[in-house]
């Protein structure tokens, strides 16, 4: 593994560790429980570079990474707020995969599906981001 992966890898891993612990403080997305740490190493583990992902993978695991090092934000205690900065990294992970769909995706409606996932969360990115420019104290 080359030095620039390397320390790709170890800003993963940096990175999930604080969301790891942010989930255990918080509960899991849609779940309502704690994350337990060995289903965190198995997540980082999948997302991180293996010598045999093709083209789309590789693409796919970098979104998943820059998504992943965006939402690790530290909370401000403002419900409002917290909300924005953390969908905002999510939503943008959902633009990247989406790409990432339109440039590898064979099937016509995956392609179709992609766009629209593109064109909402700009849309929503563009309202939050302008919500925080107004109401961020």
Wanted: charged share 20%; hydrophobic share 45%; net charge negative.
């Amino acid at each position: 593994m080359n030095t620039f992966k390397k320390l790709v890898a170890a800003a993963a891993i940096t990175t999930m560790a604080g969301v790891a612990y942010a989930q255990m403080n918080h509960g899991m997305h849609g779940s309502g429980g704690m994350m337990k740490m060995e289903d965190m190493q198995g997540m980082m583990q999948m997302m991180m570079p293996a010598d045999g992902d093709n083209d789309s993978t590789k693409a796919y695991k970098q979104a998943d990474m820059d998504m992943m090092h965006g939402m690790a934000v530290a909370y401000t205690g403002n419900p409002d707020v917290d909300f924005r900065l953390k969908m905002i990294p999510h939503h943008q992970g959902a633009i990247d995969m989406a790409k990432v769909a339109l440039q590898y995706a064979t099937d016509p409606s995956t392609k179709s599906m992609a766009e629209a996932i593109i064109a909402a969360q700009e849309k929503e990115i563009a309202e939050m981001q302008a919500w925080l420019e107004k109401n961020r104290k």
